[in-house]
């Protein structure tokens, strides 16, 4: 897969500092997000990895602005979404950020045909001077040429959600928030998804984060960022797995990691010509036999 754009960058920059989301439930506070800092560069395609309930689609929400963080602060480009007016935010929404929600229905208008909901995401952009393809030009780029009449319910799975990502795409945003995109999907609609998000990114420049729980799909992607128990919990860069040094000193460690090293596990950091070295600390035994 390629994720460089060409010509001129035109995605948005994506950027969190010390974001915490805590929401009430069953009459107690959990913390969704425990302060997480991530900085995306425009055009960057990220996976968004992590075991369910890690806070991975809370992220995506905070980021696409439904969502007000209970502290911390989100920079979409120039704005801090944070802070600015509902209106402003509004224009961003519809013009530059786009956020695919899981399952392709919920993204789609049932009682409008494809060619319509294309053209009802264009709406506010086309008001405010942007220029467009028409939504029989943004659909044919999907393959849908001949399903621009069809309402959602008339086409199938796959082909469903290379409509939902059409509608989201329609508006040339800078921003794309994708959760779980080809979830439910065989395998020909999922090659069908990523080769769209693959020629989204190369043409137009498009930011990408993708939620994805599938190994398959994080192995091609050239940046993962795992998050877990709210926390960024580690890297990935083209197919190499890293820690994170945090802010406050905290090394979360891969999970595969975790399962060698159990918890009370004492690690040593060693200086090196290259770095630092972690590895376990001797135990007393095994110092007196050194």
Same mark, same amino acid.
């Given at each position: 897969?390629?994720?460089?754009?060409?010509?001129?960058?035109?995605?948005?920059?994506?950027?969190?500092?010390?974001?915490?989301?805590?929401?009430?439930?069953?009459?107690?506070?959990?913390?969704?997000?425990?302060?997480?800092?991530?900085?995306?560069?425009?055009?960057?395609?990220?996976?968004?990895?992590?075991?369910?309930?890690?806070?991975?689609?809370?992220?995506?929400?905070?980021?696409?602005?439904?969502?007000?963080?209970?502290?911390?602060?989100?920079?979409?480009?120039?704005?801090?979404?944070?802070?600015?007016?509902?209106?402003?935010?509004?224009?961003?929404?519809?013009?530059?950020?786009?956020?695919?929600?899981?399952?392709?229905?919920?993204?789609?208008?049932?009682?409008?045909?494809?060619?319509?909901?294309?053209?009802?995401?264009?709406?506010?952009?086309?008001?405010?001077?942007?220029?467009?393809?028409?939504?029989?030009?943004?659909?044919?780029?999907? !393959?849908?040429?001949?399903?621009? @009449?069809?309402?959602? *319910? #008339?086409? /199938? %799975? $796959?082909?469903?959600?290379?409509?939902?990502?059409?509608?989201?795409?329609?508006?040339?945003?800078?921003?794309?928030?994708?959760?779980?995109?080809?979830?439910?999907?065989?395998?020909?609609?999922?090659?069908?998804?990523?080769?769209?998000?693959?020629?989204?990114?190369?043409?137009?420049?498009?930011?990408?984060?993708?939620?994805?729980?599938?190994?398959?799909?994080?192995?091609?992607?050239?940046?993962?960022?795992?998050?877990?128990?709210?926390?960024?919990?580690?890297?990935?860069?083209?197919?190499?797995?890293?820690?994170?040094?945090?802010?406050? !000193?905290?090394?979360?460690?891969? @999970?595969?990691?975790? *399962? #060698?090293? /159990? %918890? $009370?596990?004492?690690?040593?950091?060693?200086?090196?010509?290259?770095?630092?070295?972690?590895?376990?600390?001797?135990?007393?035994?095994?110092?007196?036999?050194?």
């Amino acid at each position: 897969m390629t994720h460089s754009a060409t010509g001129t960058t035109r995605g948005l920059a994506v950027s969190t500092k010390d974001l915490v989301h805590i929401y009430r439930t069953e009459g107690r506070d959990v913390a969704a997000l425990s302060g997480v800092t991530l900085d995306i560069a425009p055009g960057e395609f990220v996976g968004l990895l992590g075991p369910s309930g890690a806070g991975k689609s809370t992220l995506l929400t905070l980021l696409g602005g439904l969502l007000t963080p209970s502290a911390g602060r989100i920079h979409l480009g120039a704005d801090e979404i944070t802070t600015i007016s509902a209106a402003r935010l509004d224009e961003l929404r519809a013009t530059s950020v786009s956020l695919i929600l899981q399952g392709a229905d919920r993204n789609l208008l049932p009682y409008l045909d494809l060619a319509q909901n294309v053209a009802f995401a264009q709406r506010a952009a086309r008001a405010a001077g942007k220029a467009l393809p028409t939504p029989a030009e943004v659909l044919a780029e999907f !393959g849908l040429a001949d399903a621009i @009449a069809d309402r959602p *319910a #008339d086409v /199938p %799975p $796959g082909k469903r959600q290379l409509a939902a990502i059409a509608v989201a795409t329609a508006t040339r945003p800078g921003l794309i928030l994708a959760d779980e995109p080809t979830s439910r999907l065989d395998q020909q609609a999922v090659e069908l998804v990523l080769a769209a998000f693959d020629r989204i990114n190369a043409a137009y420049g498009t930011t990408i984060v993708l939620v994805t729980h599938d190994p398959d799909i994080t192995d091609r992607l050239p940046r993962t960022v795992t998050i877990r128990d709210g926390r960024i919990g580690g890297e990935g860069r083209s197919g190499e797995e890293y820690a994170i040094v945090t802010a406050d !000193g905290f090394v979360p460690l891969p @999970a595969h990691a975790l *399962a #060698d090293l /159990p %918890p $009370g596990t004492l690690l040593r950091l060693h200086p090196t010509p290259e770095g630092y070295l972690l590895a376990p600390a001797a135990t007393e035994e095994e110092a007196e036999d050194g």
